[in-house]
T-cell receptor
Framework: KNQVEQSPQSLIILEGKNCTLQ??????????LRWYKQDTGRGPVSLTI?????NTKSNGRYTATLDADTKQSSLHITASQLSDSASYIC????????????FGRGTSLIVHP | EPEVTQTPSHQVTQMGQEVILRCVPI?????FYWYRQILGQKVEFLVS????????KSEIFDDQFSVERPDGSNFTLKIRSTKLEDSAMYFC???????????FGNGTRLTVT
């Protein structure tokens, strides 16, 4: 069964600090991996999308990495801001003609002033 | 920036009743999706829709559920004979292509009593 596991479950950091969120997956065959940010009570918003051949992708202060061999991804947030407080969700899609995505449970990030 | 809109934002219904959740995807997008998120749990894929037909569906999407694109702008999810366990946040999403980032609406919170 396809699974996406995220760690830590929750994280509290001080404003201005960096942090790294982890995602491990067992989805196979692999199509792509996406990171989303979900504010409370809102729909997820796409941060990055990575395919098999990509191992790093940046979007402003967000940098995602992908190791397709070990089936691991990370999301690094630089110089955190209060507005970064949200749930960060890792989503992995199958390949081979099916694009059904598997969502992780998310990491809840709280940034304190 | 164009966005996906969902109505209503909150729907309360009695067990056994039928509900229709409505979505207006981004106008130039061709792929449409429904997801649900039970309170405190991860987002789950329900169905994807392309070219006026279902392209993928999950195990959750059984005969109780149906989707329709009744005109050029709306995309609906009908839930027949609702059950208590259907209470969740239902997200609509759309994308330009099957491998493009998803744009989510802010969801409809369905409460079945």
């Amino acid at each position: 069964k396809n699974q996406v596991e995220q760690s830590p479950q929750s994280l509290i950091i001080l404003e201005g600090k960096n942090c790294t969120l982890q995602c491990n997956y067992t989805v196979s065959p692999f199509s792509n991996l996406r990171w989303y940010k979900q504010d409370t009570g809102r729909g997820p918003v796409s941060l990055t999308i990575m395919t098999f051949s990509e191992n790093t992708k940046s979007n402003g202060r967000y940098t995602a990495t992908l190791d397709a061999d070990t089936k691991q991804s990370s999301l690094h947030i630089t110089a955190s801001q209060l507005s970064d407080s949200a749930s960060y969700i890792c989503v992995v899609s199958e390949g081979g003609g099916s694009y059904i995505p598997t969502f992780g449970r998310g990491t809840s990030l709280i940034v304190h002033p | 920036e164009p966005e996906v809109t969902q109505t209503p934002s909150h729907q309360v219904t009695q067990m056994g009743q039928e509900v229709i959740l409505r979505c207006v995807p981004i106008s130039n997008h061709l792929y449409f999706y429904w997801y649900r998120q039970i309170l405190g749990q991860k987002v789950e894929f329900l169905v994807s829709f392309y070219n006026n037909e279902i392209s993928e569906k999950s195990e959750i999407f059984d005969d109780q559920f149906s989707v329709e694109r009744p005109d050029g702008s709306n995309f609906t999810l009908k839930i027949r004979s609702t059950k208590l366990e259907d209470s969740a946040m239902y997200f609509c999403a759309s994308s330009e292509r099957s491998d493009s980032p998803l744009h989510f609406g802010n969801g409809t919170r369905l409460t079945v009593t």
